[in-house]
Structures are given as structure tokens and as C-alpha cells.
């Protein structure tokens, strides 16, 4: 795809940058001068804090928090119901599973593949995640609303908590097995945290990723030992973590740390024996060199299952071909396995003789028991969708609610109620006003966007090109506004070279440690005051180049009404060479706030629609007034008839790559 470039537009760019730097410069100096924040004790008068919200504003900060962004509808809504009733809604809604059918609803990808008769890729499976995160209309029936928007919000936080990626090469292959486990988390998103584990370690994305899948036991004739790999990362990442905490998420005093080596090879020796579903369907021992997915593609779709037992039909006696599982009982096993111990029952030592399913319920039980994980996922869950630095007694209070619904099968339904209800997410802004809030993440700046100004898929063709001796490659793209698909739009979210991505997709992270540490901390003063600053860790200037251009490409080209050519020039509807179109916002829906005359003033709406639809009402009067005055300047005489939209570009370029914005408070 030809790129375009910001000197193809009608009126320099200069004055834009210049803005961008006035506006970040101010922004200190105007905090100390003129201010937007209420009194709090006033805010709510008798009603409380769970009555709200008292004002789009405060509606529009919790939508930040609990979806892929507010719009203007679902904030009038939330004004409406309240917080409580708008939950309620939420926990019932149906959800948006991208590979797995709900009755009477076919999930995307088996639509795109049974219906459609298109390949299934990675690029399916990004149209699939952008269905369930921006919601709204389903491509198949318009009539069905996916309206799921905390479910896949809490979905995609577990997603950078429980990483698998398609960076690695086989799930690369595979995007089915890479949406049923995004479905695991879907599924569980408002479920108990103990059930996630163990949908999550038995399914075949996470077994290929951490290498669980065809682990077996130890050989020492053979100085084969059992992968480590997941035994670890159960442990440090999606448990415990690496020391001991209070129920605050403070480290215990003296520290101390949550195992040891011999620890997580204890683990690994629990976690042997798993495999894909059907490996030994023939009877003979094929669980070294199986690989069904290739016969199957559905495998990918199973849990895997156990093997302990000699195949039926092999007659190979040599040691370790059999009883992959190690359960302590044959010669090279390891007895009596020490795994976490904080003083439960038994002291968290494995007995020998168990299955591997009995062997695996009793690690599981073990990590999910301990004391640390309630502070450990409650803060990273915190981190996720409100502030970066919760204060301790804000992850204290969440994490109460995680260790009292242990046993509930909505267990993590209470704990994202509490994170979202509390009343530091609530007020935070105001009582910590230095230290709360979170850097945005670039992919969740670009799906506020894209809600906020109602993106659809434009563009595209129905084609079915023959390839033999394969079959037909068919795409069907044509009127389908709501399968989000395009190369330099939903496809390309990940990109980091190109200019027209924000180093973001879904289940795409670098690394296990997901795009972000949560304890990471940026250089200067934040690194002074310990504060932790995850995002920032994506914000290479290579990327922050690619966001701030993919911003530009929005809010100046990527218009549902207007297609732009590669050399910059509007005018034509469709290109009838582009198979796969865009995803494209519509700028015209905000004309009538963008002014009433040509000749300057009255953009005073524009200004407040986009500070309460994105912003949650927090522009600075500073910022406000610099917008307005900016804005003012563009009239008939120096922009022409579409002085309004020339606006409208202008505005959302600004206000999305600001301080103010970046920052959600």
C-alpha cells in the first residue's frame, strides 16, 4: 500500500507540530493557574459514590476504564443506569467469542471459513478481536449487537497477564488454536481465577508457547530432563511472582523470596505427560513426534490429555517410552515433590502415586492457594484498566474481594466490580493527582478512536482467485462495514516500521513478559519517585513516530466518505484495485459542531465534545482555549467549503496526541 504523507495535505503541518509543542510546554504552568477539578466533597453530596455517575464526565472516565472507549451514546447510557445496572448489563451480556459458536451465533472465523469459504489467517483472527472490541453490529445478522465490552476489556488485560504470542513460529501457523485460547479468556473473563488456570495450561496455545505440550518425564540414561519452561512461568508470571507480598502488594519485611530452583523443577516434573488430544488414537506410541493438527486442525481447538499408560499396540519396552507422566513412582521420578510451601495442608508437598490429572489439580491448587496471588493479579489487573501506582490500601481492598470469592465461580466478576467501584478509581484523579493515571496503550488509543468516531470497514472486493493445485483463495470484503480488515488499518496494528501501526495487537506481544513489565519504571523523575510507568516501556521513538502518524492518517485520510488516492488526492469512492479496503472513521458525523460561520468562531461544541468523548472532561481550560483559538483560524477564506472537516481533522489529531490525552487519569 503507497503510503501518504502529511505534506500531501492542504495547509502545513507546521503549525500543527507547533501546537502539539505549545500544548506540552503549558501544561505544567496552566495546573497551577486555572483548574477543571471540583471539590470531591461536594461531588457526590449524600448519595454516594456507587449512585453515579453525577455528569458525562464522570461517565465517561469509568468507560475508559471498563471498555475500548467511551462514545457518546454509551455514556448517555451509563448517565441513565448508573454504575451498578450498567455492570449488571455487562455480566450478562453475551459474549463475543472469535472461534467458538453460542447458540443461534456463529463465531467469526467459522463464519469467514464455513460460509464465506475464505482461509482462515492471523489477519481473521485481528477482524475477529476488533468485532468483539469495538462491538456493535455482527458482520453476519447487523440486527445481533455484541455489547460485551467490560467482558473483553477484562479479556484482553488477562491476555498481557497469561501471554501466549504469534511471534512464536508455530502459533504463527495455527490462528484457530491462537482464537480458542483468546476465547479461554473471553470465557472466563468474569469466572474464578483457579478454573482460567487450568483452561489455560491445558490448552494447546499455552503447551506449544511454554512448552508444556509433550513434556514427559525424566530419562537419565538419556540426560533427558523435563522442560522448565512452563513450570516457571506459572509461577513467576501468571501466580505468585518472584517475592513475598503483603495483601497490600508490598513486599513483605524482612523480603523473602516465593520458591526456589528446586522449586520450579519440581514443577516440571508435575507437568509431564500432556499432549494433544488425539496422539494415540492408532494405539502405538506416537507422543515424542505427534503432531495432529496437521490431520487436524481442530486440535488446536481441544485441551490436551494425559498419557500414563502404554499404548495398546507398543511393544517397545524400552525405559522411558511409557508412563510419560512422572508421579514420583518409577526409577528416574523425582519423590516426594516440595512445591510452594506457605502452610497449607501437607506443606505443599506432592505425595507419589498420583495420576496426571491428579497431580496437576494438586499444583494448581497450590499456586492459586497461595497468598501472594491475590495481590499479585489484583494490582496487575488494577494496572490494566485504571492507574498505574494503585495506592497499597486500593490493592488491599481488591484484593479482600479476590481471597473472599475463592470459591465462586464469578470470582473475578467481584474483583473487576471492585477495581472499577472503588473509590480511588473513582476520585483517584483528585486525591492523588500527581501519581494517578496510566499511559495509555498506543492499540487502546487507536480503538477509542475508532469507537468514538463510528470506524467501519470500507471498501474491498468479493474475489475468488484459482491457485491449483490448491484450492480457490476467496476474499469477500465488499459492503461488509463491520469485518474490520485493511493493510494499512486493522491488519497492521502491530507494525513498528512502516508508519501506519502502534507496536500493538492482540495476542502479538514480544515476549512471554507481554508488550510491557508491570514493574517497569521510566527514566528521570518517575525513576526519583518510584513510580512504576509500564506503557512507557513500549515508547521507543521509533513507535511513538508510528502512532503519532497513524493518529494523522486518521484523522486527516481514513474518512468513511472520502477515499484519498496514493498521491494524496480525494475525490474517489473506491480504488477498484484495493481487495481488502480500510477501516475508516466519519468525520462529517461532528460537521454541525465544528461551527455555524465561515469566517471564524464557534468551535467552542468541537472542542468540549472531543474533551468529554475523550478526555472524560478533563482538558485544561488552558488547552481548551488554545484548541478554540487555534480552530478559529480555519475559515472558507483559508481552507475552502470544507472548512468544517479541516477542522474536525485538526482537532482529533491535537487532542489525541497531547499530554492531556495520553495521560488517562
Not at 501546537?19 to 493557574?33: K, Y
Not at 487502546?444 to 490448491?470: I, Q, Y
Not at 468551535?603 to 468523548?613: N, T
Request: charged share 15%; proline share 6%.
Amino acid at each position: 500500500m503507497s503510503k501518504i504523507t502529511f505534506a500531501s495535505a492542504r495547509r502545513p503541518a507546521l503549525r500543527l507540530i507547533s501546537l502539539v509543542c505549545g500544548l506540552t510546554m503549558a501544561a505544567a504552568a496552566s495546573a497551577q493557574s486555572l483548574t477543571h477539578s471540583p471539590d470531591p466533597m461536594f461531588h457526590d453530596g449524600f448519595a454516594g459514590l456507587s449512585a453515579g455517575p453525577f455528569n458525562d464526565s464522570d461517565a465517561s472516565r469509568f468507560l475508559a476504564q471498563a471498555t475500548f472507549g467511551p462514545t457518546d451514546a454509551d455514556i448517555a447510557h451509563l448517565r441513565s443506569v448508573g454504575y451498578q445496572a450498567w455492570l449488571n448489563e455487562q455480566f450478562a451480556a453475551t459474549p463475543t467469542y472469535e472461534v467458538t459458536n453460542q447458540p443461534g451465533q456463529m463465531a467469526y472465523l467459522n463464519w469467514t471459513q464455513n460460509v464465506l469459504g475464505e482461509r482462515v489467517g492471523q489477519e481473521n483472527r485481528q477482524e475477529a478481536w476488533f468485532l468483539g472490541a469495538l462491538g456493535g453490529p455482527d458482520p453476519q445478522n447487523n440486527l445481533v449487537l455484541h455489547k460485551d465490552q467490560l467482558r473483553q476489556r477484562m479479556a484482553f488485560a488477562l491476555s498481557e497477564i497469561l501471554v501466549v504470542s504469534d511471534n512464536n513460529p508455530t502459533l504463527s501457523g495455527w490462528p484457530r488454536g491462537m482464537a480458542y485460547y483468546y476465547d479461554i479468556l473471553v470465557k472466563n473473563a468474569f469466572g474464578n481465577y483457579r478454573g482460567l488456570l487450568e483452561e489455560v495450561t491445558k490448552s494447546p496455545a499455552m503447551g506449544v508457547y511454554l512448552n508444556m505440550l509433550g513434556n514427559r518425564r525424566a530419562v537419565l540414561s538419556q540426560n533427558q530432563h523435563p522442560d522448565e519452561n512452563y513450570g516457571r512461568e506459572i509461577n513467576q508470571l501468571f501466580g505468585v511472582g518472584l517475592v513475598m507480598l503483603n495483601l497490600n502488594g508490598t513486599p513483605t519485611t524482612p523480603a523473602a523470596a516465593t520458591y526456589t530452583q528446586s522449586t520450579i523443577t519440581n514443577f516440571a516434573h508435575v507437568l509431564t505427560g500432556w499432549n494433544w488430544a488425539g496422539c494415540d488414537a492408532n494405539g502405538y506410541d506416537n507422543f515424542v513426534y505427534c503432531f495432529t493438527p496437521y490431520d487436524d486442525e481442530s486440535e488446536f481447538e481441544k485441551p490436551m490429555v494425559a498419557y500414563e499408560t502404554k499404548p495398546a499396540n507398543e511393544n517397545n519396552n524400552t525405559p522411558g517410552y511409557y508412563n510419560y507422566h512422572d508421579n514420583g513412582t518409577h526409577t528416574d521420578d523425582t519423590h516426594n515433590k516440595q512445591l510452594l510451601a506457605y502452610g497449607q495442608a501437607g506443606g505443599g508437598v506432592l505425595a507419589d502415586g498420583g495420576t496426571a490429572q491428579g497431580d496437576l489439580t494438586f499444583a494448581l491448587d497450590n499456586i492459586f492457594n497461595h497468598p501472594n496471588v491475590a495481590p499479585f493479579i489484583s494490582k496487575q489487573l488494577i494496572q490494566r484498566l485504571v492507574t498505574s501506582n494503585p495506592s497499597p490500601a486500593y490493592v488491599a481492598r481488591v484484593a479482600t474481594v479476590f481471597n473472599n470469592n475463592r470459591a465462586s465461580a464469578t470470582q473475578l466478576q467481584a474483583v473487576a466490580q471492585a477495581i472499577l467501584l472503588d473509590p480511588e478509581a473513582r476520585y483517584g484523579q483528585w486525591t492523588s493527582a500527581d501519581t494517578f493515571g496510566k499511559l495509555r496503550e498506543p492499540l487502546l488509543t487507536l480503538t477509542h478512536f475508532w469507537r468514538g468516531m463510528d470506524a467501519k470497514h470500507v471498501c474491498g472486493t468479493d474475489e475468488s482467485t484459482p491457485n491449483p493445485p490448491d484450492p480457490p483463495i476467496v476474499t469477500k470484503y465488499l459492503n461488509q462495514p463491520y469485518r474490520y480488515a485493511g493493510y494499512g488499518s486493522a491488519w497492521n496494528t502491530n507494525d513498528t516500521q512502516y508508519g501506519n501501526g502502534v507496536a500493538q495487537a492482540s495476542l502479538d506481544a514480544f515476549t512471554v513478559f507481554n508488550f510491557f513489565k508491570p514493574g517497569f519504571i521510566p527514566s528521570g523523575e518517575m525513576t526519583t519517585r518510584s513510580l512504576f510507568g509500564p506503557e512507557f516501556q513500549l515508547q521507543t521513538d521509533s513507535i511513538i513516530v508510528n502512532s503519532t502518524n497513524t493518529t494523522g492518517y486518521h484523522a486527516f485520510y481514513y474518512d468513511v466518505n472520502d477515499y484519498y488516492d496514493s498521491n494524496g488526492h480525494p475525490g474517489v469512492h473506491c480504488d477498484p484495485t484495493d481487495v481488502f479496503g480500510e477501516v475508516k472513521v466519519d468525520h462529517a458525523k461532528d460537521s454541525a459542531l465544528a461551527g455555524t460561520t465561515s469566517t471564524g468562531g464557534a468551535s467552542d461544541a468541537l472542542v468540549d465534545a472531543y474533551s468529554k468523548r475523550f478526555m472524560s472532561g478533563q482538558m485544561s481550560p488552558f488547552m481548551r482555549q488554545m484548541l478554540i483559538t487555534y480552530l478559529n483560524t480555519i475559515t472558507n477564506a483559508s481552507d475552502g467549503s470544507d472548512w468544517r472537516l479541516q477542522r474536525i481533522y485538526r482537532a482529533l489529531y491535537l487532542v489525541f496526541n497531547s499530554p492531556e490525552y495520553m495521560i488517562q487519569k
